[in-house]
């Protein structure tokens, strides 16, 4: 969240479950704009439950997350990333089969956005122009 426009992020008090067994206590953590943070822990700490719990799919059962003001945990998953946050997990997740231009023109299709974002990426990763009728699958994965 380095990116000019990115926006701070706090949550206090967040409690989450899952099913009857609480994994999160009262976790607090403030990232401020600009600011880039690492979340350690030993396996099973509930590092990922942090992330999923910011991003809509696990509830807070208490507690709260805000980006710049804004309460995120009453919003459903999909809303979101439109609130702001980005999650990009582990792995590359592509469509395999796709091309490079089809991937790019699912995640334009999902946030409504045409042809200027397109470019905006293009230009972030010139290769890519290089490879839009490429299957995804076959790029490199390094
Ligand atoms: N879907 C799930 N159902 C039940 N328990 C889960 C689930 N996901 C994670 N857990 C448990 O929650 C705890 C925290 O897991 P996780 O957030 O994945 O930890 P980390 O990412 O820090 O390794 C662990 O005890 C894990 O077994
Ligand atoms: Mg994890």
């Keep these: 969240m380095t990116e000019a426009g990115s926006k701070a992020l706090a949550i206090s ?5 899952y ?8 976790l607090d953590l403030v990232l401020n704009k600009g600011e880039v943070l690492c979340l350690f822990g ?34 459903a998953a999909h809303d979101v990333p439109k609130a702001g946050v980005a999650y990009v997990p582990q792995g590359r997740r592509l469509f395999a089969e796709m091309t490079v231009t089809e991937n790019i023109e699912i995640g334009l299709m999902t946030r409504g956005k045409g042809k200027a974002v397109r470019e905006n990426v293009l230009d972030l990763f010139p290769l890519l122009r290089q490879r839009l009728r490429q299957r995804s699958g076959t790029l490199s994965g390094g």
């Design 13 to 17: 008090g967040l409690d989450c479950f």
């Design 19 to 26: 099913g009857e067994v609480q994994v999160l206590y009262g």
């Design 42 to 75: 030993r396996n099973g700490a509930g590092k990922t439950t942090t992330l999923k719990a910011i991003m809509g799919l696990v509830p807070a059962a208490a507690g709260s997350i805000r980006l710049d003001g804004t309460e995120l945990t009453g919003l």
